[in-house]
C-alpha cells in the first residue's frame, strides 16, 4: 500500500481581500446622473408648458381673429344688404316718378287736341239736332264731355301722384310742381305752341331730376 503525499505551499491559497472605504467617485458620479435626468426631466417639462402656453395663446388668439372677421363680414353682408334694399326701393321710386311725369305730359296734350275738338263736336251735335236727330246730336255732346271728364280725372290723378313722389325740400321739384300746376290750370284754355312749350320745360326739369336720382342711387354703398 502506497501513500503520496502532497505539499500545499501557502503562496498558492488565494488572498481575500476587504474593502470598507466609501467610493465617493461612484456616488458623485450616481448623483450627477440624478441631477442630470431632473434636470433634463425639468426642463422637459418647463418647455412642454412654454410650448402648451403659447399654442393656447395662439388658439385663443385664432379663434378672437375668426370670430372678429366673422363678425366683420356679417355686418358687411348686411350693409350691403340694406344698401341693395335701399337702392330697389329708390330705383322703383325713380321709375314710378318718371312714368307718372311722362303718362301726365301725354295726357296734358291730348286735353288740348281734345278741347280744340269742342266747337267741331258740339257743331256737328247741334247740326243734328237741327235735323230732328235729337238722339244722335245729344250723344256727339255727351261723348266730348264724358271723354273730357275722363281726361281731367286721369290728369288730376298723375298731378297728385307727381306731388306725392317729389320732395317738396329741393328746388328742382318744387319748380317742377309748380309747372306741373301750370299745365294742369291751362290745358283747356292754351294753345297748342303754349302747352306744348310747358311740357318740354317739364320733360327738361324732370329730366334733371331724375339723372341727379339715379347718381345718387348708382353711388350709394
Not at 13 to 28: C, E, L, N, Q, R
Not at 145 to 153: C, F, G, K, T, Y
Amino acid at each position: 500500500m502506497k501513500y503520496e503525499t502532497s505539499v500545499v505551499y501557502l503562496e498558492q491559497i488565494p488572498k481575500v481581500a476587504i474593502d470598507s472605504g466609501f467610493d465617493w467617485a461612484t456616488f458623485f458620479s450616481f448623483m450627477a446622473t440624478i441631477a442630470v435626468f431632473s434636470l433634463g426631466t425639468w426642463l422637459t417639462i418647463r418647455t412642454s408648458n412654454k410650448n402648451y402656453i403659447q399654442q393656447d395663446l395662439i388658439f385663443r388668439e385664432t379663434i378672437r381673429a375668426q370670430a372678429e372677421s366673422l363678425n366683420a363680414t356679417h355686418e358687411i353682408q348686411e350693409r350691403i344688404s340694406r344698401s341693395n334694399a335701399v337702392k330697389i326701393s329708390r330705383q322703383a321710386w325713380i321709375d314710378n316718378l318718371r312714368d307718372a311725369c311722362a303718362n301726365f305730359l301725354s295726357l296734358i296734350l291730348i286735353m288740348g287736341n281734345h278741347v280744340k275738338e269742342k266747337k267741331y263736336k258740339l257743331g256737328i251735335g247741334q247740326a243734328l239736332t237741327g235735323l230732328n236727330e235729337v238722339a244722335k246730336g245729344a250723344d256727339y255732346a255727351t261723348s266730348w264731355l264724358q271723354a273730357r271728364n275722363e281726361l281731367r280725372l286721369k290728369i288730376l290723378e298723375l298731378k297728385y301722384k307727381i306731388e306725392l313722389l317729389s320732395n317738396p325740400k329741393e328746388d328742382l321739384f318744387e319748380e317742377l310742381l309748380v309747372l306741373v300746376n301750370q299745365a294742369v290750370d291751362s290745358c283747356e284754355r292754351a294753345n297748342n305752341q303754349e302747352l306744348v312749350s310747358l311740357c318740354e320745360q317739364i320733360k327738361g326739369v324732370a329730366q334733371k331730376i331724375l339723372k341727379i336720382e339715379w347718381d345718387r342711387t348708382k353711388n350709394m354703398i
